[in-house]
Structures are given as C-alpha cells and as structure tokens.
C-alpha cells in the first residue's frame, strides 16, 4: 500500500468522486480481486472436495488489508478457522472478524458498511452460505471502483 496520490490511469482523482470525502493524506491501495460469489460458495468446494473453502479463506482475509487500517494475517486467520475448534470459540471469533474488516474495507471503499459480522457467522454455520455472503459483500468494494482492474492503487475514499 502507497501513500501516494497518483490515480490509477482513466481514474478520477479523490476529489472528483461523487458523493465520498478523500481519505487524509491521499492514501491508495491495491483494489481486491472480484470474485463470482456461486463459484466461490459452490462450484470450486466441491471440484476441490473442500480444499478450496480453505483456500478462498486466506483470500477474503488478504482482500480485508484494501483498508490499510486492517491489522491482519490471513494465514494466522486461516489457522484460527482450520485449529481453533479444538477450543471450540477462536473459529467463530476469526469469521465474525472477518465480516467485521470487510465492513472496514466498504469504508475505505467510501461505501456504508453493509456486511454484519453476526450475519455472517450465522450464515456460515446455520445455513452454509457464509462465502456467498462474505464474497457478495467484497465484492462490493470492488464495484466503487468501475474499471480498475484487480491490483492497481485505487484511491481510498474515507479511512
């Protein structure tokens, strides 16, 4: 993550986004990846027979860092969910957190935080749609941001 000010090209400038206040000191990030909810909550689990629920766990985490207040280490997150249960509490800390920083990244995103955390837990363990709920809302930070691609510093709108 930059501090500088430098849009990515074709991008408008802080300033000229409708209706969002410029983070302070013109801070940029990398945008997060765009992901197909479906294909991330079905299709990909199961051709991997699961191994990519994991996967795709260290990611969402790694996404959350667009906001660079996020203080996370998607592989200590990741061996929460995957150890923790032998404690029984740290996986249900470790995914209520992350809807929590996703909510922080809408922020960034200069977006009203829309994913709950709360939900999100209870999707993932009552209904199994956790994923689709937690990539939909990602997503969502990637879509402030109409044509950057995945990787270029976009300006953040609020901090």
Known sequence: MSDTTIPAPGFPTPEAMPGAAPAPGGMTSPLPKSRNPIVVWLLLPIVTLGIYNLVWYYKINKDTQFN?????????ALLTLMFGGIVIIPPFVSIKRTGDRIAAAQRAAGLAPTCNGVVGLLLM???????????????????????????????????
């Open 125 to 159: 363990f009552v209904f199994h749609l956790g994923q689709l709920y937690y990539q939909a809302e990602m997503n969502k930070v990637v879509a402030a941001y109409p044509g950057a691609t995945a990787g270029t510093p976009v300006p953040l709108r609020a901090a």
């Open 68 to 76: 660079p207040r996020t203080s996370v280490d998607p592989a200590k």
